[in-house]
């Protein structure tokens, strides 16, 4: 583990804690990011990698624990909320509503408004265009529900609601799940722009074959537990694979366990 | 479509004038009468609606000699219409959050048996017999009463997570009992006689000039909400409606509202109330008769501002939005931030105080209020609008399509009764229509989905 970076973290999540039932589904875990920098946070099914990211998105409170934004304690007991610090998730599932245009989806809960207070369908139709010509410059079907769409399409759609609001933290979970080869490479890209760009990524997947090559530090959880975060420079996958697998600190890994592993 | 079933392709390859891209009103040609609707942007479930209620009415005129489609029957039609598609408008908002209420009939005869009770045996006392705060009270009552049941049984279902076909089904007992105990089974009579205006009987018109202004004042706000939306979408650049789709959706819209306004006013007073009338107005009774129209019913009016008033909700509001989005996706509507829970007591808010104007009508049509108000209205509110094209499993439903669907079933009720049809026959044939519409919709969808 390296020391702390001189200044302020840009998020740090400190001693989480969530159970359900009597299942400590996350327990005593604490990341960071800075300003600038990819957190892969990987870990196998039930890990609790989701868990944990979703206290942050506003989308489960945590039972205990604290997180800061820019140094100062914050409280997020909802998806508003988390809005409001500058937090924004692309969900697994991607979160959108299936019976709603591209438009509609993007500004879901920000809705713009004409100054009688009603919709501007027309203005948010306008921005999507402008947002999506960016993005996904192919992308046409601005009037039809996102369940006719692709699984890219949809995608480009969950990327450009977090986009637009100038987030400065981004949750990604599974981002490139859904995708194939060349949109996984444009999902790349995109998260090296963000990271020009000053905003602090949340990278989170099951795979680390995924996220290597994008993340700065890597957090492995395991159970619920976190097994270590180290910087990418100081391990190779294998040893990421191991920790991942059996739950032990990088340093811990010997020659026999990554023998097993093959 | 291969872009639709493949997920690779974040930037498809395929050429946007493509038509299966969707509803993109791009400049290419008409070919067929799929891109006739799709480039002038025509909804075509609405549309094809519009054609059953054309089948069932000429098809009812033909049966009956010629009988159904007169001005007399389309003028009772549209009154008999009102208590139902009134509901059916928040009743949409309610199926589309993915909910259900089985309880507004029940809750009509509640909030129209206390409606009634103050009118009649309450407020006299304290305003006087014939002063116009009976009238207003009693209105206003009815509306926070609608508005109160709504809140406790959307409480219930948003806040304790009861689903809401179970919170329903306790109400459709419960306001059922409530509205006999409160009068103990009598018949509530006669209604305040300024109320009895909203029930449209022989004075609840607004006569013939006042239809025709309020028609033309329709025709006008069609061709303003064309040539806004034009000029809107013009401003960001987009590719406006072809103009002659334009000219044809004003052209068709101004011929329906001014042709339902002719056949209205084709409905003269019967003999004896324009013999009053004249002797009112001063009017020398001439030898043939005169011939009055008596215009729009005020129910029909009611349901008019209240379908207007509530499409705006649907469509241009946030609200509207969120309830769409909470049908959609309810775990999508929570990530974004949407208080799902709020929305869905206020949806049913909205139910009830639709509930309250509805058994206004309802009881001043009746000029009575008996504990059996409303027995059943459930069930042909839900009917209609999912005739008119609401999908119970949420997300998707119009306002106008309830509207349609109320008329569907009411047109099919009253042109049975025309036949002379027995009761049970007719509860027959409503049921097999229900069944049949709600099957050719599931069909269209899928087919269009393809």
């Known amino acids: 583990m390296t020391a702390p970076a001189t200044q302020e973290p840009l998020v740090e999540m400190n001693n989480i804690k969530v159970a359900f039932g009597g299942v400590h589904a996350v327990d005593d875990v604490s990341v960071s990011v800075d300003a600038g920098e990819v957190l892969a946070i990987v870990g196998g099914n039930g890990a609790g990698k989701t868990t944990l990211i979703r206290t942050l998105s506003g989308a489960h409170p945590a039972d205990s624990g604290e997180i800061k934004i820019d140094g100062k304690h914050v409280t997020i007991n909802n998806p508003r909320d988390a809005k409001e610090f500058g937090v924004e998730t692309i969900y697994q599932t991607l979160a959108l509503a299936e019976n709603q245009d591209a438009a509609s989806n993007m500004f879901l809960g920000r809705e713009l408004r004409s100054r009688w207070g009603t919709l501007d369908d027309t203005a948010m139709e306008d921005a999507t265009r402008k947002m999506m010509a960016r993005l996904n410059p192919k992308f046409q079907n601005f009037r039809v529900p996102v369940q006719s769409l692709s699984g890219g399409q949809r995608q480009s759609i969950a990327i450009a609601k977090a986009l637009y609001f100038n987030a400065r933290i981004i949750i990604m979970d599974e981002p490139t799940a859904a995708l194939g080869p060349m949109e996984t490479a444009q999902v790349a890209e995109l998260i090296i722009q963000l990271k020009s760009e000053g905003i602090g990524i949340f990278l989170i997947s099951h795979d680390i074959h995924d996220v290597f090559d994008l993340a700065d530090r890597i957090a492995v959880m395991h159970t619920g537990n976190l097994a270590g975060i180290v910087n990418k420079a100081d391990v190779t996958k294998d040893e990421v694979l191991a920790m991942i697998i059996m739950g032990k600190q990088a340093s811990d890994v010997t020659e026999s366990d990554l023998e097993e592993l093959h | ?450």
């Open chain 2, 1 to 450: 479509m291969t872009d639709t079933k493949n997920p690779q392709d974040l930037a498809p390859d395929t050429p946007p004038q493509d038509p299966g891209e969707g509803s993109e009103s791009s400049g290419s040609g008409v070919h067929s009468i799929g891109d006739f609707f799709r480039v002038a942007e025509i909804d075509t479930r609405l549309l094809g609606m519009i054609a059953a209620l054309a089948v069932i009415w000429i098809g009812f005129n033909i049966l009956s000699g010629g009988t159904f489609l007169t001005s007399r029957n389309l003028w009772n039609l549209s009154v008999q219409t009102s208590v139902v598609a009134i509901m059916a408008t928040g009743m949409v908002l309610v199926i589309v959050t993915r909910n259900i209420d089985l309880s507004v009939g029940s809750a009509l005869a509640a909030v129209g048996m206390a409606m009634a009770i103050l009118q009649a045996e309450i407020l006299p006392d304290i305003f006087g017999i014939g002063s116009p705060w009976i009238w207003i009270t009693t209105i206003i009552a009815g509306l926070i009463l609608g508005a109160a049941i709504g809140l406790l049984q959307g409480a219930v279902v948003a806040y304790v997570g009861v689903p809401s076909f179970i919170v329903t089904l306790g109400g459709l007992l419960v306001w059922r009992g409530v509205a006999w105990w409160m009068a103990s089974g009598r018949t509530i009579a006669p209604m305040d006689r300024t109320f009895q205006i909203f029930g449209g009987g022989a004075r609840g018109t607004i006569g013939g000039t006042w239809t025709w202004i309020i028609g033309i004042a329709g025709c006008i706000g069609v061709v303003l909400l064309l040539w806004n939306r034009r000029r809107a979408r013009i401003r960001v650049g987009f590719e406006p409606r072809p103009m002659w789709a334009e000219i044809m959706i004003g052209a068709v819209a101004i011929i329906a509202i001014l042709g339902a306004v002719a056949v209205i006013n084709s409905y003269p007073m019967p003999e004896l109330l324009a013999r009053r009338y004249a002797e009112e107005n001063n009017i020398a009774w001439p030898e043939g008769g005169l011939t009055i129209p008596l215009g729009l019913a005020t129910p029909v009016l009611v349901t008019i501002v209240v379908a207007l008033l509530m499409n705006f909700v649907a469509t241009r509001t946030r609200y509207g939005r969120y309830v769409y989005a909470i049908g959609g996706n309810p775990e999508a509507a929570n990530l974004a931030g949407i208080k799902t829970r709020w929305t869905i007591v206020k949806t049913f808010m909205i139910m009830g105080l639709l509930v309250g104007i509805a058994a206004g009508v309802q009881i001043a049509r009746l000029n009575a209020a008996t504990s059996g108000l409303g027995t059943l209205t459930e069930l042909y509110v839900i009917a209609a609008a999912v005739i008119g094209g609401t999908s119970l499993s949420g997300g998707v439903g119009t306002i106008p399509g309830a509207i349609l669907g109320a008329l569907v079933m009411q047109s099919l009720v009253s042109g049975m009764v025309l036949l002379g049809l027995d009761a049970p026959l007719q509860d027959i044939i409503v049921g097999i229509v229900l069944v049949v519409a709600v099957a050719l919709d599931s069909w269209y969808r899928r087919r269009v989905s393809q």
